[in-house]
Each structure stands twice: as structure tokens, then as C-alpha cells.
């Protein structure tokens, strides 16, 4: 017998002992504990947890998603926790101060035609000499006071400085450090509101620079103007020298 021969009589054997071993555990064992596998049924029960279990874990993702959303949405919506109103209201109610506080002729319309109507009008042969004078005085104290009210206001102005660079730098670190989009927009209204009070200011300045040069010029056309009235009276033939007694001592004949 060959090595070929006597590896078929063994897988021969074999098979037949297992088909023995499967007849008698199928006459031994009772019907009801019998087990039947059915793979394609298993593969399929698999196959449909698999989808269920997907199905759960995107349900899950779509709510982790829209958590996230609604967490951003609060984010946007939060104010921001700083607010520089009330120091730019301070600094502009000080420069209205100062601008409130002009001398003599304030920045008012109707005063300020009144003021060149009386004082810096054209000088009338009627005038008296003794009210030329007190107009010239009058105009002379209004120059002063100009520039004395340019320099206040600059003064204020540079005060203004130091409260601005604090507002400023607290606002650039409030929006570098916005959660939202609201928080962002409102520290970049701030720094406009900030640029605007600035502004303000610089127009303030300006503005008493401006009156404190026009006094200047008003008086100097005014005193020119009244410079003629007075060379034209003092230029007019009078009645001349006209002689009369005098006294060398007192009680003298």
C-alpha cells in the first residue's frame, strides 16, 4: 500500500466516525434541545445593530452639535462687560465747560452782533473822546480774554490726554478679548465713540484758537478805524487861541 492510499483511507475513516459521532448525538439528544445556526440570519441581526448604532452615534453628534451652536449664539449675544461712556461724557461735559466760560463776548450769535455793533463799529464824529477810550479799553480786555480762554480750553484738552490713553488701552484689551461677535462690535463702537470725543476736542480747540485770533484782528481794525476819527478831529480848524485876562498872583490888582 502507498503513502497516497493510506492518507485517503484515513480522511475516509475520519469522515465516517464523525458522521457515527452526529448519529448518535442526534438519537440520544431530545428534540426540543436541538440548536439550529443559521449564519446568514446572524449576519444580518449584526448588520442591523451596526446601523442602529450608527444612527445613535450621529443623533449624538448632532446634538453635541447643536449645543455647540447654542453655546456660540450666547457668546454673540453677551454685552460686553466694559463700558467707557460715562469717562468720554466726562471729558466732553469739561471741554463744554471751558467753551462755556468765555469772557465778555461768548460764542454766542446775537451777543457777538451786539459786542461789534457797540465796540467795534465804525467810530461817529459824535462819539466823545473819554467813550473812544473806554471802547478801545473795552476791546483791548476782550483780546485778553480771548486768549486767555484759547489757552483753558487747550489746557483742558491736554488733561483730556491721560483719560483717553486709559480708555483706549482698556478698550483694545476688552476687544482682543471678545468671546462673540457682540462683544467685538461694541469695543469697536467705544473706540469710534473715543475717536469722536477726540474730535470734539480738537474742534474745541480750534474754535477758542479762531475767536482769540478774530478778537485780535477785530480790535486791531477797530483801533485802526478809530485812529482816523481821532488824526481827522485832531487835523480840524478850531476857533483857534483866543486871549484873556490872567491873574499873576492872587488878590492882585
Known sequence: MTLRHSRA????????????????VFKTAPAQAIIVFDPSNYAQNVLTAARSLEQITNQITSLQNEAQAL?????????????SLQQLQ????RTQQLLSQAQNIAFDVQQIDRAFQQQYG?????????QLIADARARWQNTVGGLQDAMKVQAGVVGNIDTNRAEMSALVGSSQSATGALQATQAGNQLLALQAQQ???????????GRA???TDAERAAAAEQGREQRRRFLTPGTGYQPGSAKMFYGSN
Open 9 to 24: 483511507a484515513f480522511v475516509a475513516a475520519s469522515i465516517l466516525s464523525v458522521q457515527l459521532g452526529l448519529s448518535l
Open 71 to 83: 453655546i456660540n449664539q450666547a457668546r454673540n449675544l453677551a454685552s460686553l462687560p466694559y463700558s
Open 90 to 93: 466726562k471729558s466732553v461735559q
Open 122 to 130: 465804525t467810530a461817529l464824529a459824535s462819539t466823545s473822546d473819554s
Open 199 to 209: 474730535l470734539a476736542d480738537l474742534i474745541a480747540v480750534v474754535a477758542a484758537n
Open 213 to 215: 485770533d478774530a478778537l
